[in-house]
Each structure stands twice: as structure tokens, then as C-alpha cells.
């Protein structure tokens, strides 16, 4: 920029700035700061997860964020949404393109693969949390940032990893008392999926011209996805449309009942949804999607899905090997906790604020804060300050419940004033032993609450 270049130093720059009335910098559309306030949300929301992966026995697995572009070609699907509208794809970083993941399942499989994991014993279970990346249109509940936690089981076949990969979503939901419903749908082998594609484009070819401009182009490049379009004038035709589960063959039919009977076994209400038929290219057989259900949830409400990818492994390259998984979207979680009035305890809330009168006194709390550290207690300062109103001001405005004040005389006796900012009551306790007796007033009070 010409502009900036003949601005040499900061002060020059400034009064560029002035000038042309600059705008501060702002978030890219769709993408948000996370603030202080809301972290005690997503510290709930990560510890239930890794909770779950604790309980189940899956192992924690972090991958870059930036990866070849052709891994989410051959995997998501170049035709699909994802792929050909939604990725931030970069060039000029040597001959390959890179792009920020639009999801992590691909991650994972090129990781397993990379890293020799079929030679460990079977199956891989990883867990994972973490940003990814869509150049989605924002609204409520969807970015162009957001985040995802998710879970796979990559080396079996069973229908038992199906079902507990929905129960573990579905027990997940329940813990954080969302009132969620399982969808789910079988979208077969290639074999079935040959088959009832020739059924779809039978059924919609006479419907075509009616469709929207969208939908026209999906019914010769991805025409599973004419099943999900949200345009009014396309829903029409989906109820009617010929249903997967009737073109499934014997092999996915027997595994899909399979499924079913097993979720009904261990209680777990669900809805057959034969227009879900997810927007990633690499999923077989069983999809599924959790879906919030009450009023209360006003906007997007598929908070989490997944479902089996058994080709996947085969087609970037590694030995065939089946696996399924499921992701859950973090913010959509946080939305939907905050439309219930959940609000987290916050674990990092301060209890104790130390205040000081005079230099010497500074110097023996700053000595008691790394002490009172040491022995975990939550503590807070403002060293900076001079005026005990203003100490006591800060302290009041952050909420915290006890303020020791030490002035000069305190230091002199060896003495602390400590003083409880709820009831205004304050007491001079001995220096000594101080911690526990701190410790004591805290638990009382959590008891109490
Ligand atoms: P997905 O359905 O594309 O699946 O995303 C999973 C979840 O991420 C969604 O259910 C939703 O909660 C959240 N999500 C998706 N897009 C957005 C957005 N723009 N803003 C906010 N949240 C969003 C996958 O990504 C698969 N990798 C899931 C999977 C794992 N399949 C097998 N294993």
C-alpha cells in the first residue's frame, strides 16, 4: 500500500490514519473472538467431552490445521458444498495448494495411515478437538470458524461401534440436559448407492425444470444432495421421493436393522430420517445426526453427526479398513446450553483479593500472594494501586468475596485484616496459618451454596 510505505514511523501512520478517518480493525465476517466471559463455557464443554473420551477409552490425537487441499478432494468430495464453494484454499506456498480443514475426519484417516496405525491393535480410537474452517453464509449458530469435537473408531466393522458412537452422543446431550433427537439414515454401499441413484434421477427427471437453479446443477453432479435442499419449492417433491432404505441390499439392509435394534434395546428414541443423506462424499451405510428439539432452539439444530466411512481409509491410500465416527459443533452447543439459562460454575473464579497500604506493606503481600498461590488458593492484586478505596473498588467490581488488607500494622503484628465483602464484616486474623484458615472460609461457603 503506497499509503503506508510513505508513512515511515508509528507517529506518521497515525496521522495517515487520521486523516482517511480509518476504521479499527475488525473480526472477518463470520468469525468471532471467544472473550474472558464466555470461557467458562467452553472449559465446560471441553471437560465433559474429554470426559466421554475418558470414559470410552479413546485416545486424544491433535493435527495441523493446514493441510494439502487434494486430501479433502479425495475425501469430503470435490463435488460437494464443502469442497467446491466453502474451502479457504491457498496457493503459492510451493507447487501444492493447502487449505484450512473444513473438518477433521480426513485429518485423522490420512494421520492413521501416515503413521502405520493399523499395526497397533484394533480399532483406533481418537478423539479430537479443535477450529475448522467453512466459507459458509454466517448466521446464528453457523461460522466461518468454529470449532468441533469429535470422536472415530477407525479397524471394525461391528455394528456395535454404530451404536455406541450414538449412544455416546446421545448420553453426552442428555448430561448437558439438551433435549436432542437422534436422525438417522443408511445411505448403503457404492452397490446400493448405484442403484438408488438411478431411482432418484428417475423420480426427479420429469420434476426438473421446477426445481431451483441449485438443484438442477446437484441432480447431474451430486444428486443425493437433492434430498437436502432447504429451498421451499424443492421440499415438495423430497417426501415422495424413493426412499434409500428400499434400495438397500441384504448385506446393509441386515446391518442397518441391525443397528436399529440395538437403539431400540438400549432405549434410545430416534427418528428415521430418509432425506438425510449428509453433505460429505465419504460416508457409508449408517449416518446420523443429533438434532435439537425444542422450541427453545430457534435456529441451526444439527449439533453434532457422523456416521460410517468404511471406504475411506482404502481410498487415501492405506489397507481397506471400515471406521465410523461422529463430530459434535462446539458453538452450537454453547448456544444451545445458554437458550436452556445454563450457566457453568466458573472454576477459575477468584477467591481472594490482597489489598496494601504503603510500600512496605506491598512488599509483604506480594510475598503472601505467591505464598497463598503456592497453596492453590485463588488470589487476585492490583500491586499497581496506592489507594485502598480503589483496591476495594476493584475488588468489588470483580465479584470477589474476601479482601485481606495489610497496612503497615498488620505488618507489625504479624496480623492481616480479613474482610467479607458480602456482609461488610472484617476480622484480624494472625499471618500464620492463614491458608487453612482461608481454606476453611471458602469450603463453608461453596457448602452453603
Ligand atoms: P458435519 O455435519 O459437517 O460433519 O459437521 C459436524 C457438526 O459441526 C455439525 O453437526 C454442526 O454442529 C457443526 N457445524 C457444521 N458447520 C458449522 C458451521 N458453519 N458453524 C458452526 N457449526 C457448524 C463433519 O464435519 C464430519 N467430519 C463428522 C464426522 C466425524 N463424521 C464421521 N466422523
Not at 441391525?258 to 430416534?270: A, N, S, T
Not at 438425510?276 to 453427526?305: C, P, W
Not at 477467591?351 to 503481600?365: H, L, M, N, S, T
Request: net charge positive.
Amino acid at each position: 500500500m503506497p499509503r503506508v510505505k510513505k508513512a515511515s514511523n508509528a507517529k506518521q501512520i497515525l496521522e495517515l490514519d487520521q486523516k482517511v478517518k480509518r476504521k479499527p480493525p475488525q473480526t472477518l465476517k463470520g468469525m468471532r473472538d471467544i472473550l474472558p466471559s464466555e470461557q467458562k463455557y467452553w472449559d465446560y464443554v471441553y471437560t465433559k467431552l474429554e470426559e466421554l473420551a475418558e470414559i470410552y477409552s479413546f485416545e486424544r490425537i491433535d493435527t495441523p490445521i493446514l493441510e494439502k487441499s487434494s486430501l479433502f478432494e479425495r475425501s469430503v468430495g470435490k463435488d460437494t458444498d464443502i469442497v467446491s464453494k466453502e474451502m479457504y484454499t491457498f496457493s503459492g506456498y510451493g507447487k501444492k495448494k493447502i487449505t484450512l480443514r473444513p473438518e477433521m475426519t480426513a485429518s485423522i484417516v490420512r494421520a492413521y495411515i501416515e503413521h502405520g496405525m493399523s499395526n497397533v491393535p484394533q480399532p483406533v480410537k481418537l478423539y479430537y478437538e479443535g477450529p475448522v474452517f467453512r466459507h459458509e453464509k454466517p448466521q446464528s449458530g453457523r461460522y466461518r470458524q468454529f470449532h468441533q469435537g469429535g470422536f472415530e473408531v477407525i479397524g471394525e466393522n461391528s455394528v456395535a461401534v454404530d451404536v455406541q458412537l450414538i449412544l455416546m452422543g446421545y448420553k453426552f446431550f442428555k448430561n448437558l440436559k439438551l433435549d436432542v433427537s437422534v436422525h438417522i439414515n443408511s445411505i448403503g454401499c457404492p452397490d446400493c448407492r448405484n442403484e438408488y441413484v438411478k431411482a432418484l434421477k428417475k423420480y426427479y427427471k420429469p420434476l426438473k425444470s421446477k426445481l431451483c437453479k441449485t438443484c438442477k446443477d446437484r441432480f447431474n453432479k451430486n444428486p443425493l444432495r437433492l434430498l437436502d435442499c432447504k429451498e421451499k419449492k424443492c421440499q415438495e417433491y423430497q417426501d415422495e421421493a424413493p426412499k434409500f432404505m428400499d434400495h438397500l441390499d441384504e448385506a446393509c439392509s441386515f446391518q442397518f436393522n441391525k443397528v436399529l435394534e440395538y437403539l431400540d434395546e438400549l432405549k434410545i428414541p430416534y427418528k428415521l430420517n430418509h432425506k438425510m443423506v449428509r453433505g460429505l462424499d465419504y460416508y457409508t451405510r449408517t449416518v446420523f445426526e443429533f438434532v435439537l428439539e425444542s422450541k427453545k432452539h430457534k435456529r441451526q439444530n444439527a449439533i453434532a453427526a457422523g456416521g460410517r466411512y468404511d471406504l475411506l481409509v482404502e481410498q487415501l491410500g492405506g489397507k481397506a479398513t471400515p471406521a465410523a465416527g461422529f463430530a459434535i459443533g462446539i458453538e452450537r452447543v454453547i448456544l444451545a446450553l445458554k437458550e436452556i439459562e445454563f450457566e457453568p460454575k466458573d472454576e477459575k473464579k477468584i477467591d481472594i483479593f490482597i489489598a496494601q497500604i504503603g510500600d512496605v506493606a506491598r512488599r509483604k503481600a506480594m510475598v503472601l500472594f505467591e505464598k497463598l498461590r503456592k497453596k492453590r488458593l485463588k488470589v487476585s492484586e492490583n500491586f499497581a494501586k496506592d489507594s485502598l478505596k480503589a483496591q476495594l473498588d476493584y475488588a468489588n467490581k470483580e465479584g470477589i468475596r474476601y479482601v485481606l488488607i495489610l497496612g503497615q500494622q498488620e505488618v507489625k503484628d504479624k496480623t492481616i485484616i480479613v474482610r467479607d465483602m458480602e456482609g461488610g464484616v472484617q476480622e484480624t486474623l494472625k499471618m500464620k496459618g492463614i491458608s487453612k484458615e482461608l481454606k476453611k472460609m471458602i469450603k463453608k461457603n461453596k457448602k452453603k451454596k
